[in-house]
């Protein structure tokens, strides 16, 4: 009966928490717990959650995890309160009420095992009962009713001692208050100011943390990114953190000190030992609350930040996977390099390589004639259709070299697009790409990589380690389990939202659907090479490990084209085929005569088909797919055309007006791609001429956007850009410190660099609209440049 209402009490904790009821909360609960994925629950149980969408599953699901963490937290502490025989009916109501692992842990303190304190050994000496009489009566001299406490034999010599150890009994006693420290705490989170100061003799070791040298802002107030950017200098010991209560630093202590005081009843009338009791709360605040709430406020503030942080990670891994796909075209991949020579790999529509060779039209060999030749010849003799060009070192070089062969081709229907090789060397070394082509030379692989994410990105990316992609904030400061886990959800939404060809798609995308393990996901490759394509979808049931259960989370993502059933084509759930049949039977036509046909669908009721099992949701659901059976929600594909004779950041004359890719987005604003080696940034301040919360508002990874050249700074590889198309250049400033800038590097080893954030204006983290005077400036703030990898990650 306990666990019951504990189960609905988390339902309706959690229902509120994300905008539902708890009958919703309740239901999708029960389904997480029976093994389904948060895809097959958004999409085919929306009669049982009442249409909760797949972002307020993947938060359920979070809070599921942390609300079960407390609950088993909370009986552990009763147990061992219990145990002490110290659990008073008072206490266990208030670790009842306990809402969150904080407060849980505050009423636990002075009941948790701990070392020997000086508290203990003074209680063992018999000083609680001096401690207790001056708080009890502070008419009492403290020295004279100290003297009768002293005993040699328990280690308190003096009255000195005796009163030091009852002072060290009322600083603990205070300190665990739970009440007190909970106050405390929220005060302090919300008026405390993070202050950062430089290690004596880190100055020019720590060039690139100079705008921390001496800096203060509000924790409760400073961005994501910058907080991370801190917590790095202080790990790197570049910098000591402080957390001061206010402003005016002394002012908030004295506060704190005050409210230790009155908590305790303790006020200065002129009375013998109020001087002493006093003294007491100023160490309880400044030698233990004080510094046991920084690291605990420090915690709480690194958990929000590294939250957002994968949150962008997230994002930005979504936009990358769910770009464009150039579809079943023959492409041959550049992978672009200097003295080891450009790879090239050839791969036909279904991304089969036919060919791999490598050229040298760079330095130190400039073989260009002979390089132009080799990609001429080849996109000849496979019918080539686009040509992919890697994003790294000499990438400029090699696509004018691509130019060049497309001229001379005569082929109208060849194009040239450049595309992200991030974590592209990563899958080369991968056990995936060996297994994958056992005899081809790591360095081919890349190249391979490359043509094959030009034609699906999302097939591709799949087979390489999320966190490697490179498109984070900030992503090896924060923790990598929770990073890893809520990259493997976003990939595992991605993967389901657009669906998967079972007979062409490898083992990495399939252990991708919903309820696929990886061995499953190569059962399913090896039984369709040994017996050939799947024709229907219920032969997987045929798959070792597959049964029935598992069929029921994954079918409705599996697609199978060119099948004996029309509707394996599509996202409609096998078990929701009798409502097809009930449709197809009242338009009176063939199933293949009904899919796509618009106007008929548009004209039925949903109401008509509804039975007790699937709903209104569903069946409207099944009409839009019937209108466009395995429809891609992926955008059409584009590609940006990069500026002749714009190759090198010294090719860039401010005011210029370029067309770019959107590289990776950040709480500041947006790295773009203008074809240069290094990614310009748009401020948040000048991606749009309106205000701009969140810049994914109004740009994620893959756009095309244009943008004009604010500033740049050539020997720091710095690129200030625009989309306020208006703004005006600004005159140059004077040389900034190390670490300052706007954009990102692109060297021989392909790694980028990481940023921070200095305040750009309005509020901190999040600036407001300013004239176009004002955007170079707030570019030129950033500092450590953050987007991890082009190739490695």
Same mark, same amino acid.
């Given at each position: 009966m306990q666990d019951i209402k504990l189960a609905q009490q988390i339902a309706q904790t959690i229902a509120n928490e994300i905008g539902a009821q708890a009958a919703q909360a309740k239901a999708a609960i029960a389904l997480l717990d029976e093994g389904a994925s948060v895809p097959f629950i958004a999409r085919y149980r929306k009669e049982v959650t009442g249409g909760l969408d797949d972002t307020q599953l993947r938060n359920l699901e979070v809070r599921l995890t942390y609300l079960r963490e407390l609950e088993d937290r909370r009986k552990a502490v009763l147990a061992s309160i219990q145990e002490q025989g110290k659990l008073s009916d008072a206490?266990?109501?208030?670790?009842?009420?306990?809402?969150?692992?904080?407060?849980?842990?505050?009423?636990?303190?002075? /009941?948790?095992?701990?070392?020997?304190?000086?508290?203990?050994?003074?209680?063992?000496?018999?000083?609680?009962?001096?401690a207790d009489g001056l708080l009890a009566d502070p008419g009492l001299d403290p020295q004279a009713f100290a003297a009768g406490f002293v005993r040699a034999d328990k280690g308190v010599a003096d009255s000195k001692a005796a009163l030091e150890g009852a002072r060290a009994i009322l600083m603990e006693r205070w300190g665990e208050d739970a009440a007190l420290v909970g106050e405390l705490r929220q005060w302090l989170a919300e008026q405390g100011v993070i202050r950062?100061? *430089?290690?004596e003799g880190k100055q020019s070791e720590g060039a690139k943390y100079r705008d921390y040298f001496d800096h203060?802002?509000?924790?409760?107030?400073?961005?994501?990114?910058?907080?991370?950017?801190?917590? +790095?200098?202080?790990?790197?010991?570049?910098?000591?953190?402080?957390?001061?209560? &206010?402003?005016?630093?002394?002012?908030?202590?004295?506060?704190?000190?005050?409210?230790?005081?009155? #908590?305790?009843?303790?006020?200065?009338? &002129?009375?013998?030992?109020? =001087?002493?009791?006093?003294?007491?709360?100023?160490?309880?605040?400044?030698?233990?609350?004080?510094?046991?709430?920084?690291?605990?406020?420090?915690?709480?503030?690194?958990?929000?930040?590294?939250?957002?942080?994968?949150?962008?990670?997230?994002? #930005?891994?979504?936009?990358?996977?769910?770009?464009?796909?150039?579809?079943p075209k023959a492409v041959l991949g550049l992978d672009p390099g200097i003295r080891t020579g450009c790879k090239i790999a050839v791969v036909d529509a279904t991304g089969k390589l036919l060919a791999t060779d490598t050229i040298y039209p760079h330095e130190p060999r400039r073989q260009w004639e002979q390089s132009l030749q080799t990609i001429k010849q080849l996109c000849s003799r496979h019918n080539v259709e686009l040509i992919a060009i890697g994003n790294g070192t000499a990438s400029r070089e090699t696509d004018k070299l691509a130019g060049e062969a497309i001229k001379a081709s005569n082929n109208p229907r060849l194009q040239k697009v450049v595309v992200s090789e991030a974590g592209a060397s990563v899958y080369s070394a991968s056990e995936f790409a060996a297994r994958e082509f056992p005899?081809?030379?790591?360095?081919?692989?890349?190249?391979?990589?490359?043509?094959?994410?030009?034609?699906?990105?999302?097939?591709?990316?799949?087979?390489?380690?999320?966190?490697?992609?490179?498109?984070?904030? /900030?992503?090896?400061?924060?923790?990598?389990? +929770?990073?890893?886990?809520?990259?493997?959800? +976003? *990939?595992?939404?991605?993967?389901?939202?657009?669906?998967? /060809?079972?007979?062409?798609?490898?083992?990495?995308?399939?252990?991708?659907?919903?309820?696929?393990s990886s061995t499953v996901a190569e059962n399913i490759v090896r039984h369709r090479d040994e017996n050939g394509p799947f024709k229907r979808r219920k032969e997987l049931l045929k798959v070792p490990r597959l049964g029935e259960k598992t069929f029921e989370q994954c079918a409705g993502f599996l697609r199978i084209a060119d099948g004996d059933e029309p509707l394996d084509a599509s996202a409609v759930h096998p078990e929701a085929y009798p409502v097809v049949e009930r449709i197809v039977a009242a338009a009176a036509r063939p199933i293949k005569a009904v899919l796509g046909d618009g106007s008929l669908l548009r004209g039925l009721k949903p109401e008509q088909f509804t039975d007790a099992t699937f709903g209104v949701p569903? %069946?409207?659901?099944?009409?839009?797919?019937?209108?466009?059976?395995?429809?891609?929600?992926?955008?059409?594909?584009?590609?940006?055309?990069?500026?002749?004779?714009?190759?090198?950041?010294?090719?860039?004359?401010?005011?210029?007006?370029?067309?770019?890719?959107?590289?990776? %987005?950040?709480?500041?604003?947006?790295?773009?791609?203008? !074809?240069?080696?290094?990614?310009?940034?748009?401020?948040?301040?000048?991606?749009?001429?309106?205000y701009?919360?969140?810049?994914?508002?109004?740009?994620?990874? !893959?756009?095309?956007?244009? %943008?004009?050249?604010?500033?740049?700074?050539?020997?720091?590889? =710095?690129?200030?850009?625009?989309? =306020?198309?208006?703004d005006a250049p600004v005159a140059k400033k004077p040389e900034q410190g190390a670490g300052q800038g706007a954009s990102l590097r692109r060297d021989g080893s392909g790694q980028r660099g990481q940023p921070r954030q200095a305040n750009g204006g309005g509020r901190p983290g999040n600036p407001s609209p300013r004239p176009a005077q004002s955007a170079a400036p707030a570019n030129s703030a950033l500092a450590e440049a953050f987007a991890r990898a082009r190739k490695g990650g």
């Open positions: 206490l266990r109501e208030d670790i009842l009420a306990a809402d969150t692992k904080s407060r849980l842990e505050d009423l636990y303190l002075p /009941y948790k095992a701990k070392r020997r304190t000086k508290a203990q050994i003074a209680r063992e000496a018999g000083l609680e009962p001096l950062a100061r *430089v290690a203060a802002e509000s924790l409760a107030r400073i961005p994501s990114h910058r907080l991370l950017a801190l917590f +790095r200098a202080r790990r790197e010991e570049i910098l000591f953190l402080e957390l001061d209560p &206010g402003k005016e630093a002394e002012a908030g202590h004295q506060y704190a000190e005050g409210r230790v005081a009155r #908590n305790a009843g303790i006020a200065d009338q &002129g009375r013998p030992a109020d =001087r002493w009791l006093l003294d007491a709360c100023r160490l309880t605040w400044r030698a233990k609350l004080h510094m046991h709430l920084l690291l605990d406020l420090f915690n709480q503030a690194r958990e929000k930040a590294e939250a957002e942080a994968i949150g962008v990670f997230g994002d #930005n891994l979504k936009d990358l996977l769910l770009a464009a796909p150039a579809g005899g081809l030379d790591v360095s081919l692989r890349g190249a391979v990589s490359i043509a094959r994410r030009l034609q699906d990105p999302l097939a591709e990316l799949v087979k390489i380690e999320p966190r490697a992609i490179g498109v984070g904030q /900030y992503q090896h400061d924060v923790d990598q389990f +929770r990073l890893a886990k809520a990259l493997d959800a +976003r *990939v595992e939404d991605c993967v389901n939202a657009v669906g998967v /060809y079972v007979n062409t798609a490898s083992a990495a995308l399939l252990s991708r659907v919903s309820g696929l569903t %069946v409207r659901d099944i009409l839009k797919e019937l209108e466009k059976p395995g429809r891609d929600p992926r955008p059409e594909f584009k590609a940006a055309r990069f500026a002749d004779g714009v190759e090198d950041i010294k090719d860039l004359r401010e005011g210029m007006i370029l067309e770019g890719v959107v590289s990776n %987005v950040a709480a500041f604003g947006a790295f773009v791609d203008i !074809g240069v080696h290094q990614d310009g940034l748009v401020h948040i301040s000048a991606l749009s001429d309106s701009v919360k969140d810049p994914r508002d109004v740009v994620k990874a !893959g756009d095309i956007v244009k %943008v004009k050249v604010l500033e740049v700074d050539v020997a720091r590889k =710095r690129i200030a850009l625009t989309r =306020r198309l208006e």
